[in-house]
């Protein structure tokens, strides 16, 4: 199982523009880059990074390219204060990325407001997107909640480092199915930790906006659809998932018993065999 650090040393970077500002995106690139199917795209969500994907992705790339990237002001991409972080914005950050790699059809794995960045790109480029995978996702009202909101207070950039640590330690630790692993909290906080970080962190929270799930056509969504939901989760709630099985053409429900809020983290074994299965067409 691969650490916060050397999964960091293992990520690429490249520059995009986006609303006229080049930005720095870091991303995890596994698997090979010849072969079936075309890539498939790993998106986090707040306040999480690449990372979160480390038990995922290796098993993914025995058969496919896989890319994780960091969206901007998260993980080791640009986290200067002078963009915006919006899902609207993150959803650009996504376009531009797939164009300067060259890459026009993915496969699209996402989680919590990742999954509101998979909706909107999935929703504005049907063409683009061959299967979309929804873990635990932002979508139509559903956010933001409690501790996001209180991240994005003008105190939480007062706080005292190791009172910010004590506040994501919770999120990580109640958040998990069962007693959750040190190393996985202790990767998920690290980008956070530094001056630069804190800042970054509290304006991820601050750019949250219900405003850009409430305004997605969901019916436009044409991509084969798989709902990979920890159905025990408070923040974002199966109930959730049943609104889009309903509200996507092409959508299955997934559910993921004893899996709270990280589900990739809480059932990392059945994500993975529900997500291959799927991506290979075989039934979830």
Known sequence: MVDHETWSDEQSTTTVSVDDRD???????????????????????????SFLWRDIVPAVAEDRRTIALDMVG???????????????????????FLEDLGIDRIALVAHDIGGGVALRFAAHNPDAVDRLVLSNAVCYDSWPVEFVS????????DLEREELEGRLDSAFVEGAYG???????????????????????????VATNTNHTTEIDYEAITAETVLLWGEDDVMQPYAYAERL?????????????????????DRSDAYVDRLREFLSGTEV
Do not use: C
Not at 74 to 96: K, P, T
Not at 247 to 261: F, G, K, N, R, V
């Open 74 to 96: 998260y993980g080791n991409s640009a986290m200067s204060d002078d963009f915006d972080r919006s899902i609207r914005a993150q959803e650009r950050v996504l376009e531009a």
């Open 150 to 157: 209180n991240l994005g207070l003008p105190s939480t950039a």
């Open 23 to 49: 930005l720095e995106v870091a991303y995890h690139d596994a698997g090979p880059h010849e072969g079936e199917g075309p890539p498939v795209v790993f998106v986090h969500g707040i306040p999480t990074w």
């Open 179 to 205: 007693e959750a692993d040190p190393e996985f909290v202790d990767g998920m906080k690290a980008p956070w930790l530094t001056d630069e970080g804190h800042v970054s962190l509290v304006r991820d929270a």
């Open 245 to 265: 099985a309903e509200d996507i053409p092409d959508a299955t429900l997934a559910p993921l018993s004893d899996a709270y809020h990280w589900v990739p983290e």
